[in-house]
């Protein structure tokens, strides 16, 4: 498959543990932030979206946590599994006054490495 | 079968030489947009479309263009491609303003030697 990246940050985890997944952003106008899974050789797949108005939204066996205050995003994996081994990215829908834009920024990745 | 679909998937090409890149989506999505991908970088948007005939610049439009003559074909055009092109691309469609919720390609590995 095809190499997304190289040198990026890594996550090892146990199958079965929780995962957080970090990530940190700069623009206090961004109005939604969303979370995007690669598997190897696979274009990004949508996983969960916040709103800027929200601090937490929850999907299936996945929660997003939102500090506005510190301009964080997290995005955890409950009862990691080996099918969650992939690089995920942090994106923000940004603005040049806020609201809503059709600008995607995405972060530099994550790469999660499930062991069994 | 919801789907994006790019063509080529790999392309070797040599300076100055212009190409297209294909991309069509299935699912009648108002919104499309081409990203290029690289080592360390993440994701960058070139172009986005909201609708047919409505196009605007991303973040890296430098030397691409696009076109929106249908709803369901979004293709990216290099017109003098340079090494500094050689990137992964990614078309990426959504029923949503954002991109939120959006189905991506399964990219295009693009060499320019």
């Known amino acids: 498959g095809e190499s997304v990246g190289l040198h990026l940050p890594t996550l090892s985890v146990q199958e079965g543990d929780n995962s957080i997944i970090n990530c940190a952003y700069s623009?206090?106008?961004?109005?939604?932030f969303i979370w995007y899974k690669q598997e190897s050789g696979k274009g990004p797949q949508f996983i969960i979206d916040?709103?800027?108005?929200?601090d937490k939204r929850q999907g299936q066996r996945v929660t997003v946590l939102l500090n506005k205050t510190v301009k964080h995003l997290s995005l955890q994996i409950a009862a990691t599994q080996p099918g969650d081994s992939a690089v995920y990215f942090c994106a923000e829908n940004r603005g040049p006054n806020g609201g809503a834009t059709n600008k995607l920024i995405f972060g530099t990745g994550t790469l999660l490495a499930v062991q069994p | 079968e919801a789907q994006v679909t790019q063509n080529p998937r790999y392309l070797i090409t040599v300076t100055g030489k212009k190409l297209t890149v294909t991309c069509s989506q299935n699912?009648?999505?108002?919104?499309m947009s081409w990203y290029r991908q690289d080592p360390g970088l993440g994701l960058r948007q070139i172009y986005y479309s909201m609708n047919v005939e409505v196009t605007d610049k991303g973040d890296v439009p430098e030397g691409y263009k696009v076109s929106r003559k249908e709803k369901r074909n979004f293709p990216l055009i290099l017109e003098s491609p340079s090494p500094n092109q050689t990137s992964l691309y990614f078309c990426?469609?959504?029923?949503?303003?954002?991109?939120?919720?959006?189905?991506f390609g399964q990219g295009t590995r693009l060499t320019v030697v």
């Open positions: 623009n206090s106008a961004s109005d939604y």
């Open positions: 916040i709103r800027s108005n929200m």
């Open positions: 990426a469609s959504s029923t949503r303003g954002g991109f939120t919720e959006a189905f």
């Open positions: 699912m009648n999505h108002e919104y």
